[in-house]
């Protein structure tokens, strides 16, 4: 769940931290198709490894370069969420890398086992962090 319950009643949709985390979660996890097909030879058009690798390009990316360092930078999901992120744009331009040498087998397997385990890593720290109070709502003290 991605919205606890209490937040709806709230009223505190997830946009509300300056990024909606549902469409963000949507967006890495249809990465695995697009990746699929760019294995397979489907995909038309390039999509360079090097442009998949760059992890601060993307919606989410920006959010955790900006607004959520912001709001959750002192935070360690946050710090999870940052190297899981980078490790998904790593291995994604690892499959591409792969696939534009032909290197099918190998694109395969970093997307079924590496890929994946970042992409999972990448949807339970959006998760946590979309059920965290917002930061002004909290009585946190920093040292």
């Known amino acids: 769940m991605l919205m606890t319950n ?7 949709a997830p946009q509300t931290r300056g990024i909606n985390f549902a469409k963000a979660a949507t ?3 249809e990465w695995r198709d697009r990746l699929k097909d760019h294995i397979t030879g489907v ?8 442009e998949a ?4 390009r993307c919606e989410l990316g920006r959010w955790l370069r900006e607004d ?3 709001q959750f930078g002192h935070l360690p999901v946050f710090r999870r969420l940052e ?18 040498l032909k290197e099918v087998v190998q694109a395969e397997e970093i ?8 992409t999972r890593r990448v949807l339970v720290a959006i998760n946590e962090i979309s059920e ?3 930061p002004e709502h909290q009585n946190i003290k920093l040292a």
């Open 6 to 12: 209490s937040m709806q009643a709230a009223g505190i």
């Open 27 to 29: 967006h890495h996890v």
């Open 43 to 50: 995909a038309k058009g390039v999509w360079p490894a090097s």
């Open 53 to 56: 690798t760059q992890y601060d």
């Open 68 to 70: 959520g360092r912001t």
């Open 83 to 100: 190297l899981a992120h980078a490790e998904f744009h790593y291995f994604a331009g690892a499959i591409l890398a792969k696939a534009k």
């Open 111 to 118: 997307l079924k086992n590496e890929f994946a385990q970042a």
């Open 132 to 134: 965290l109070p917002r």
